[in-house]
């Protein structure tokens, strides 16, 4: 071809202009090749619009057009729609969902008109299709790819469906994870699951059915994993692993439900505002509250709390119940019942403000229900005590005492007998008892938190010895029922959530010691407070042998530690060592010393702690601060004023437990 016919085929491989008649590339070499077979047009949908002299050349050339921009679009679609060839399947880490045609998932691709052509593929057949060798009998037609508003969001649902079903325990492991703690207890008393969800649709099983549960919502997969997570949690020691088949690690298992969960649904407050949402953050809560990470639950329950606000069931909870009763509306009640609750219990120990109002109860509540809300009524008074130290607060104090003694006169005698608690029972009962003994360490832990501050000033001012003689008696109650738990080899999720108040009733009785021996003869405090020495030690004992036995009993093991550390202040072979400082939850900073008083240390600005403060940065991010005003314990002997005598607690951020970020020693 000479240079005439290369530039006029240049020029006509351009758009033609409106009105222009061009030739197409492929006719003109049709031309000056020979005739080629020409296609029946007859059929063709735009043979109608054609002249019968313009049939020949431009439906020939569209159709042309039309096949070469139908091979440039597909293989466009191969080069941006490749899916990977190698996916990534590491077991237990969710990973992004696989790309296809137009944000479809896996699943609707392989049923899509226009699903793209296998993986395999070589590039050598896509340097055939740019070549042009690739023949098509026909041409294709030509595709228009339209946005689908929803595609994305059908998408990420199949995702999360598949990333946490894929993590469901077969439903032999299923069992005898909920055989074998009372984390069963969790679906009277923390939601109610459909019927539909339990093993043989039957209610008193209390097991949840695996292959029924894969079936639901992803927010119903949430919250049975995170069920199973507490229950693993709760596993007592003596537990065999090998027991089950397809768990091989169960402190990896539980951290991967819980991860997991938190980064798929409960980071979303679209996907919360719901009630089987409220449920799910509450059971995050209930396993943050087990692992001892106060501030982290509290977090939670925060947001459960405002986003419950939201739904307007502040409102619900004062609304008479319809007859027959409305499930829903019987729901909502109980878990702004329960949120309230867990808020009362995590504000009082970390010193933090309450976030509702009190609730009330229907006239045939259980009577473990009446008596909790009555404690929770007084609580905000409670924590207001030790702020300040005067005789005005000790009257306070002397007055909700008398209306906690006079709430556990209106219940029946045998509410406060420690109960025989079955070992392996489920049953309504069995929780009814368990129910009821939380109660009572509920109440009397509420008695320590009254007259602590006053038993700490025993020694100086008689006055208060009242306040002492009734913390002692409490804290021993405590810790009666807390050993009645542990006679039942199947109540760790009831002693992990007590184990915080037996930790605070047995440092106020190893306390009590100290002060005594530090004011008393060795031979007089050994009649007077030999019992309560003994049952330091026993609770010590059974609390190393938990954490020897094995490694979720945290809680256990770092109260073994401190009151050992507390003790030995009392061993005179220390004497030469001198001060000793603790930093305890609840308790704050306290400074040991033999044969005198414990006492709370000015916070010096030159202490480790205080050069935190003044730094930048650290190796990940700034320390965080948190600053208690209260006057738990009384001041210095010498009387010392300084600006910076402060309650400080320091750790290093909200994922750190409590156990590990708060006992510093």
Known sequence: MDSASNADDGFNRKRPSKGLRRTCWECKRRKIHGPVSQPDVSSHPRSNSFGPDLVDEDNTCSRHIGER????????????????????TSAGV???????????????SKSSPWRLSSDAQSMSSIGDGILGAQTWTSAPS??????????????????????????????????????????????????RASRDIYVDRD??????????VAQERPIIVARTLLHLA??????????????????????????????TVTSLITSSDEQMMTLHGLETLMLLALYHMNSASLRQSWLVIRRGLNLAHLMGFQRIITRDDLDPPIPAISNAKAIWRTFVDLDRYLGLHLRLP????????????????????????????????????????YSTAL???????????????????????PSTARSPESYAVLERLMVQMWHFETKIFIHLPYLLRASQDSRYEFSKVTALQASRNVLMRWFALRNASITQACCRSAEIGVFIAAVTLTLDIVIELGTKEKSEVQKTKGTDFAMICRLIGEMEKLANASPREKIAARSAVVLKKILSSLDPSKQPAGKSRLTIPFFGTVELE?????????????????????????????????????????????????DFDWNIVLFDGLEDRDTEGNWVF
């Open 203 to 212: 209610h008193q099983s209390y097991a949840l059915d695996m292959q029924a």
């Open 230 to 259: 507490i229950c693993i949690s709760s596993l007592p020691p003596e537990f065999d692993p090998s027991r089950l088949s397809s768990v091989w690690n169960l402190e990896s298992t539980m951290h991967n439900y819980v991860k």
């Open 594 to 642: 033999f044969k005198k008083l414990p006492i709370r240390p000015v916070f010096d600005v030159d202490s480790d702690a205080g050069k935190l403060m003044n730094a930048t940065a650290t190796e990940h991010h700034l320390p965080v601060f948190s600053f208690v005003h209260n006057a738990l314990w009384p001041s210095a002997e010498d009387g010392s004023n300084c």
């Open 142 to 191: 030509i595709h228009t790819l339209v946005e689908n508003p929803d595609s994305g969001q059908v998408s990420s649902y199949d995702f999360i469906q598949r990333s946490l079903t894929v993590l469901l325990p077969s439903q032999h492991d299923a069992d005898i994870i909920f055989e074998s703690s009372n984390g069963w207890m969790i679906l009277d008393g923390i939601y």
């Open 94 to 108: 969710p990973r992004s969902p696989t790309l296809t045609v137009s944000g479809f998932s896996e699943k609707e």
């Open 354 to 393: 309450f976030g509702a109002d009190d609730y009330p109860l229907p006239a045939n509540a259980d009577a473990h229900l009446v008596h909790r809300s009555k404690i929770n009524a007084i609580l905000r008074e409670v924590a207001e005590l030790d702020r300040e130290i005067s005789p005005q607060a």
């Open 69 to 88: 921009l139908c091979k440039l679009e597909q293989l466009f679609e191969r080069f941006v729609c490749r899916k990977n060839p190698t996916p990534d």
């Open 399 to 421: 007055a909700l005492d008398e209306r906690m003694e006079s709430s556990m006169r209106e219940m029946p005698k045998e509410f406060w007998e420690v109960p025989n608690i």
